[in-house]
């Protein structure tokens, strides 16, 4: 590399790191103020990093489920209140945070009369739930509630017909939404550095389902760009020019 080139990659103002909002962090959102940046640097990273936080962090979703006696989603169960489709509509806004990367068998086994929510489902120490309150299903005296759900691992969007695995014969594959990632919003403020006001100051807020922090997210989709622009980089980083004496 020739050496002025060297000197306005070296000359380039560079963050001094990320701050984050203290009085606001939560396990399911998080603010964080990256500064100072050169001037349209702010929405070029933050358009960037906001597009990676939507389509690429890995999490859990319903893949698959079976009722009793059912074989498609377009039945109904006796003495249940919800078809089999709003069941399964209701099963697929349960949150899950999975210590394992393999597919996960759940079981609901009730009899009515109840009110089923997610803490009626019987987890295991490979899955947890993180939405306890959220409603599946009314069932009356006579009503019996058995359900399987696969629980599984993945990334973005995936409909049932596009499900490249097989499921166990009775199972009904479902659309699986894995993204944990439920917003991001950025924003470009103006920076000062000496006695210039015209760098820029990147804030960026995430919030999350809570089965990843916004911190650990926020560093994740910061790794997949770096992994992503690699490739570009045909110099050696650690290159220092040699003064010309002449």
Excluded: C
């Excluded at 050496?3 to 959102?29: C, M, N, Q, T």
């Excluded at 295991?124 to 069932?139: F, G, R």
Aim: hydrophobic letters at 40%.
């Amino acid at each position: 590399m020739q050496a002025h080139y060297y000197k306005f990659w070296r000359d380039l103002i560079k963050p001094k790191g990320f701050e984050v909002d203290k009085d606001s962090f939560r396990e399911d959102y998080g603010k964080f103020t990256i500064r100072p940046l050169e001037k349209g640097y702010g929405v070029t990273i933050g358009n960037s990093l906001r597009r990676i936080l939507l389509s690429s962090m890995m999490g859990a979703s319903v893949t698959a489920v079976k009722f009793d006696g059912v074989l498609h989603e377009f039945s109904s169960l006796p003495d249940v209140l919800e078809d089999v489709s709003d069941i399964i509509l209701n099963l697929k806004e349960i949150r899950f945070k999975m210590y394992t990367s393999e597919n996960v068998t759940l079981r609901i086994n009730k009899s009515g009369p109840a009110k089923i929510t997610a803490a009626d489902i019987q987890t295991n120490e490979k899955v947890e739930i993180l939405n306890q309150n959220a409603h599946i299903a009314t069932i009356g005296p006579n009503g019996n509630f058995n359900v399987e759900i696969i629980v599984g691992f993945g990334r973005g969007y995936v409909p049932a017909d596009m499900k490249e695995e097989s499921f166990p014969v009775g199972f009904i594959p479902v659309d699986s939404l894995f993204s944990p990632i439920k917003k991001v919003n950025y924003s470009v403020l103006s920076a000062r550095v000496g006695q210039r006001t015209d760098y820029d100051s990147l804030v960026i807020e995430v919030w999350t389902d809570g089965s990843i922090k916004p911190d650990e997210a926020l560093s994740l989709s910061s790794k997949i760009m770096k992994d992503q622009l690699q490739v570009f980089l045909i110099f050696d980083e650690s290159f220092e020019p040699k003064e010309d004496k002449s």
